[in-house]
């Protein structure tokens, strides 16, 4: 079976750092997603990761370690307009995902 | 630019109606998902198609079914209505089944079933 698990919510002051953690345990790995939402809106998609190692976004950069099941994305310079929920999700083949339960970051003045 | 959407954003329902969700993409895209978002249970997969005529069934198939007569539209339909089915329905398209092609979503529908 898949497990996705990352934290529920998570609040940060605005220009600051933070870094949301995922953890998965999934059979067929075929890579790790990061997608952000904004409340009553679709999710879109903020990064792919398929090897080891960080990949740098502007202001955001998502890290994957496939021995220790193990990602996370990185939002710097926090805006307030980053106030969204974050969803870490693993691939398997035939881009079939798996989610976690998504989680919000507020991001306050 | 991709656009998927959705046929409506807000529905209500008696419990044991029949319900039709219809989602279209515009991006001539392989790939179809329908997927149901609920708090603290993130989004969860219920049906996908690779192709038209062709579906598979994600992780919670029971009580819905699907079907994609041409490429651009993929429908969900419960068969019949259940409160438990009361959720936030999202629709998604890829490109291809390659594992790192990036799913593009509709905007949703939240059904409430009464």
């Known amino acids: 079976g898949q497990n996705i698990d990352q934290p529920t919510e998570m609040t940060a002051t605005e220009g600051a750092i933070v870094q949301i953690n995922c953890t998965y345990q999934?059979?067929?790995?075929?890579?790790l997603f990061w997608y952000q939402q904004h409340a009553g809106e679709a999710p879109t998609f903020l990064s792919y990761?398929?090897?080891?190692g960080l990949e740098e976004k502007g202001r955001f950069s998502s890290f994957l370690s496939r021995s220790k099941g193990y990602s996370y994305l990185l939002l710097k310079e926090l805006q307030m307009k980053d106030s969204a929920s974050y969803l870490c999700?693993?691939?398997?083949?035939?881009?079939?995902?798996?989610f976690g339960g998504g989680t919000r970051v507020l991001v306050k003045p | 630019d991709v656009k998927v959407t959705q046929s409506s954003r807000y529905l209500v329902k008696r419990t044991g109606e029949k319900v039709f969700l219809e989602c279209v993409q515009d991006?001539?895209?392989?790939?179809m998902f329908w997927y149901r978002q609920d708090p603290g249970l993130g989004l969860r997969l219920i049906y996908f198609?690779?192709?038209?005529?062709?579906?598979e069934k994600g992780d919670i198939p029971e009580g819905y079914s699907v079907s994609r007569e041409k490429k651009e539209r993929f429908s969900l339909i419960l068969e019949s209505a259940s409160t438990n089915q009361t959720s936030m329905y999202l629709c998604?398209?890829?490109?291809?089944?390659?594992?790192?092609?990036?799913?593009?979503f509709g905007p949703g529908t939240r059904l409430t079933v009464t």
């Open positions: 999700a693993s691939s398997e083949a035939g881009n079939k995902l798996t």
């Open positions: 999934t059979s067929g790995f075929n890579g």
């Open positions: 990761n398929v090897l080891d």
């Open positions: 991006m001539d895209h392989e790939n």
């Open positions: 198609s690779y192709d038209v005529k062709m579906k």
């Open positions: 998604a398209s890829s490109l291809l089944s390659g594992s790192g092609d990036e799913q593009y």
